[in-house]
């Protein structure tokens, strides 16, 4: 497993974890990890259906609520992007879904969680900022990932401040497509103020997205 640098910060040492494993995501809940990414590469399956999704140039914005009543539970997932269902590779994509739905689950010991699936064709949040939920799962199918900055790379009390925010393009982290993110937020215990800061990426005129995202909800 690769550890990024830790950034020392009133005291707090705050760093980021990546693996090639499923197990890296397990880190997100040491303490001072605000992100926690499985470098995966997406089965070539449901990579091409994600690609094949996003060519048809049809609109899809679903959210669930998803109830588990124990940690054998399987999610609910019937009707989940069922205007898709015909193309090649669905069955594969829920599959791999309702397993990232079920490893989050069973990590945090969550029994309702928010599942939002979205093809997007602008950055939904693009100024960078911090999530108000305690732990939430970002993947992006296809297209461009989410951007995210190391501790001390943007005044955290300019959030929001569009002439804030790095100009260096190097001082920017990308979460690469078919990777899996869990990203810390603000409501975590003990994570007050350290929140992964992070944006959606900057769209061109064509380009599309296929991001799958994850709440614990309780």
């Known amino acids: 497993m690769l550890t990024l640098t830790p950034a020392r910060l009133s005291g707090k040492s705050i760093r980021q974890q990546y693996g090639t494993t499923p197990t890296s995501l397990a880190t997100i809940v040491d303490e001072g990890v605000n992100l ?13 259906f994600a690609t094949l999704l996003l060519s048809l140039n049809e609109p899809l914005g679903e959210s669930l609520v998803l109830e588990l009543a124990d940690d054998e539970a ?10 898709f269902s015909d193309l090649e590779g669905y069955e594969g994509f829920i599959a791999d879904v309702s397993w990232l739905v079920s490893a989050f689950a069973c990590l945090l010991g969550a029994q309702r969680i928010g599942l939002r699936l979205r093809v997007l064709d602008k950055a939904m949040c693009p100024r960078f900022h911090v999530d108000h939920v305690p732990v939430r799962l970002i993947t992006t199918y296809a297209g461009l990932g989410s951007e995210w900055l190391k501790e001390g790379a943007m005044d ?15 001082l920017i982290q990308t979460i690469s497509s078919g990777e899996v993110a869990l990203l810390k937020g603000e409501k975590w215990h003990g994570n007050e103020g350290f929140g992964l800061i992070h944006r959606s990426p900057h769209l061109d005129s064509g380009e599309r997205r296929l991001i799958l995202t994850l709440d614990w909800l309780s």
């Open 156 to 170: 955290r009390r300019q959030l929001g401040n569009p002439g804030a925010e790095p100009l260096d393009d190097r």
């Open 74 to 83: 399987q999610p609910n997932l019937l009707g989940l992007a069922s205007g």
């Open 36 to 48: 926690a990414v499985w470098k995966r590469q997406l089965p070539l399956h449901i990579a091409d």
